[in-house]
């Protein structure tokens, strides 16, 4: 036993956010020197790559398709308290902060973290396969979430601006959590081998093969880390968002580059875990990342948003600009085209990431 916790104290998967945490604990609400906020933004990428290691032990431990909506959701925990503890820090400057947050997880999860698994799965078999009708369901709920909550309050006319009312923000958040518990039923009830992993001739995996399945004790470990290394990355991603704004400010970026920069951070862990998964030929797990992650983002950050916006100050600005429209109608259309087929191979992984490139690029440039 003695020697069991003495290689966990040295493991840094087990130090590092427990590290994080007692920083965040010394740290909270002080004005921090250049140095230290270094020393913050290093531990809070270490908590970012444990969280992904105790995650994927989580999610071996429990299989899939529960194993990605682990990870899904705990991502989603740390955009969302990313997003509620900004918006209270600065409401006058982050009214419209849940949207970039929100769209840009859209936009990372369907293009980025999609077009990186499938341009690495072609990559090992020339081409990456999946089950079309999991896939190509949660593609359609993520195109439906994201309708409702970021297209539609552009174009109603309850309020002057690209916002919901108080009743429609309601509908909103409702139809949202719905569709996700939905689709959670799904995924894990009836049509589970919808969204498990398929070899070349469609054939469903239901086993990995690899590696032995980790103790329950050893699940529950990672499991407790997990939640601490998720709690440091929000507290120390609070800590360090003041100089995150300065240097959007002082690089002349548009402030709404900062939900880009959060976007990227807390889809770190999904992406190295889908980028895994492509590595080793399991693609269907990659593509589950990707559209859970994207599906959580606006099913638990919009009904969690019109619930705070009751002691939010100013309003809450939801509807995309007509750029932004043009590449969430851009991505949806490609991705259906994607998806269809159940095959692709490295041309439909390259379009999906040029698709990111310009979403950063016209977002840096508008």
């Known amino acids: 036993m003695a020697a069991l916790l003495r290689s966990r104290l040295t493991d840094w998967t087990f130090a590092v956010p427990v590290l994080a945490l007692l920083v965040l604990v010394a740290t909270w609400g002080r004005d921090l020197p250049g140095l230290l906020i270094v020393v913050v933004a290093v531990l809070l ?207 002349n970026l548009p402030h709404a580059f900062v939900g880009v920069i959060i976007a990227l951070l807390v889809l770190l862990p999904e992406t190295l875990a889908a980028a895994r998964a492509a590595r080793r030929d399991r693609v269907q797990i990659s593509l589950n990342l990707a559209l859970g992650s994207a599906m959580a983002s606006i099913g638990l950050t919009i009904p969690v948003i019109a619930v705070a916006s009751i002691w939010l100050e100013g309003p809450l600005l939801l509807g995309l600009g007509g750029t932004q429209l043009a590449l969430l109608a851009l991505t949806a259309v490609t991705a259906v085209l994607t998806v269809v087929p159940g095959r692709a191979n490295v041309l439909q992984g390259g379009v999906h990431l040029v698709l990111l490139a310009a979403f950063v690029f016209l977002a840096a440039s508008p």
């Open 45 to 251: 990428g270490g908590a970012v790559l444990a969280a992904v290691h105790h995650a994927e032990v989580v999610a071996h431990r429990v299989g899939e398709p529960y194993g990605s909506l682990v990870l899904a959701v705990a991502v989603t925990v740390i955009e969302v308290a990313l997003i509620v503890t900004l918006m209270i820090s600065g409401p006058e400057k982050t009214q419209s902060l849940a949207r970039d947050t929100v769209f840009a997880a859209v936009m990372i999860t369907c293009n980025g973290i999609l077009g990186l698994s499938l341009l690495l799965g072609a990559l090992r078999r020339r081409v990456a396969v999946f089950n079309p009708e999991g896939t190509g369901g949660a593609l359609a709920t993520v195109i439906t979430l994201a309708t409702l909550s970021l297209v539609i309050p552009t174009f109603t006319t309850a309020r002057p601006g690209p916002e919901f009312s108080p009743a429609q923000l309601a509908f909103a958040a409702v139809a949202s959590l719905a569709l996700y518990g939905l689709f959670v039923l799904v995924q894990t009830g009836r049509h589970r081998d919808y969204f498990l992993p398929v070899d070349s001739k469609g054939k469903v995996i239901d086993a990995e093969e690899h590696a032995k399945p980790p103790s329950t004790r050893a699940a529950l470990m990672s499991l407790g880390l997990l939640l601490v290394a998720l709690i440091a990355v929000v507290g120390d991603a609070k800590t360090v968002s003041p100089t995150i704004e300065a240097g959007v400010a002082a690089a």
